[in-house]
């Protein structure tokens, strides 16, 4: 079975330009989360779908971050403009729904690494 | 504050050494409790979960202490294999987002 699986793995974009991160989460799973980690931070939520709904973005950092998920399959997360301190892993992870599914383990995908310059 | 405090390390310890890691929260509403191992560049993988009365898995025992708002994970007889950073990690409820401690990294020497 597949993982959870994020487009690009790369992306080096100049400070203004916008970037698309996408998710590809585990079948089956209503929940899907983005963190981010900056240099030298812990890891840190950004927002959680159930489904195709936002359950909690309440760790978006600004307005210049728009994410979505349409039909609740796979997510994206646009940066625009982007800004230097956007630089980071972005990862996406996801799990099964607590009241459906016996094993609610959250799966990581291998991250994006944005580097904006 | 940060809601997950680890002490980063590194930790640097000879093969079959054993080595404990310690991590505090701050919110006591926290439900569950996990250890995550990170390799560089790669994802974080759950490790184990942490429970109250204590759990093992082969060589790592993870151990949570609510009132004191503690959690531990000790590695016994450790293997080259075994450096990564591992993060503490902490759950409201099933399905609600994780805190992430900053994790603390071990590196076995042989």
């Known amino acids: 079975e597949a993982g959870v699986t994020q487009f690009p793995s790369h992306s080096v974009i100049e400070k203004g330009q916008t970037v698309t991160l996408r998710c590809d989460p585990i079948s089956g799973h209503d929940n899907l989360y983005w963190y981010r980690r900056v240099m030298g931070k812990e890891i840190k939520f950004l927002l959680h779908f159930v489904k195709e709904s936002k359950q909690d973005e309440s760790g978006m950092p600004n307005n210049r971050f728009l994410a979505e998920r349409t039909g609740g399959t796979y997510s994206t997360l646009k940066v625009q403009p982007a800004e230097l301190e956007d630089s980071g892993v972005y990862f996406c992870?996801?799990?099964?729904?607590?009241?459906?599914?016996?094993?609610?383990?959250?799966?990581f995908g291998q991250g994006t690494r944005l580097t904006v310059v | 504050r940060k809601e997950v405090e680890q002490d980063p390390g590194p930790f640097n310890v000879p093969e079959g050494a054993t080595v404990a890691f310690n991590c505090t929260y701050s919110?006591?509403?926290?439900?569950?409790f996990f250890w995550y191992r990170q390799d560089c560049r790669k994802e974080p993988k759950l490790l184990m979960s942490v429970y109250s009365s204590g759990n093992e898995d082969g060589r790592f025992t993870a151990q949570l202490n609510r009132a004191s708002q503690y959690i531990s994970l000790l590695i016994r007889d450790s293997k080259l294999s075994d450096s990564a950073t591992y993060l503490c990690v902490a759950q409201g409820w099933a399905g609600n987002m994780l805190t992430f401690g900053g994790g603390t990294r071990l590196m076995v020497k042989p």
């Open positions: 919110n006591s509403a926290s439900q569950s």
């Open positions: 992870a996801s799990s099964q729904d607590p009241r459906t599914g016996i094993n609610t383990e959250a799966f």
